[in-house]
């Protein structure tokens, strides 16, 4: 069976980092491309970061370019966010992805004093 | 950016009714749209990818069309289960872009 589980989320205040981790099974995760995607308390979904097989291949949007950083761990089968300078309106639940299903449950983020 | 301008932002439909979401993008697409289900407190599930190919499991009432810069989506036969929020992607150019959602409710 194919999971996506991250972890990593909390309370955070603005200007300081947060990193999210995401387990894969069931799969062969070192053939996906990985994707984080997020949606901010009652509000759509907004793509926040892609990676290739091997890492050495990262995608960001530029709401979070320079302050957000992908990488992964093949040999553990887990995606990372490593999120850098966070703003109130990081606020929200993070997904884990790959092409197709399942998402992860989602972590929730939140940036506030 | 491409823009996704869908609509509309929500609909009202009874049991067994056929329902259309459609999507505009800003810019041709090449068909390189999903379409994704999420009902309340899950996580989104993709149904649809390449415009009109169905993701394994995805039910056989749920269709997708369009090329160029117009798409749409439509379930047929609406069951009680379909009751959800609906939205498209456009994963031709970076940075991909969602469409700001369709809320399906029950008449």
Known sequence: EVQLVETGGGLVQPGRSLKLSCVASGFTFSSYWMYWIRQAPGKGLEWVSSINTDGGSTYYPDSVKGRFTISRDNAENTVYLQMNSLRSE???????????NPWGQGTLVTVSS | DIQMTQSPPSLSASLGDKVTITCQASQNINKYIAWYQQKPGKAPRQLIRYTSTLVSGTPSRFSGSGSGRDYSFSISNVESEDIASYYCLQYDNLPWTFGGGTKLELK
């Open chain 1, 90 to 100: 990081d606020t929200a639940t993070y997904y884990c992805a790959k092409e197709g």
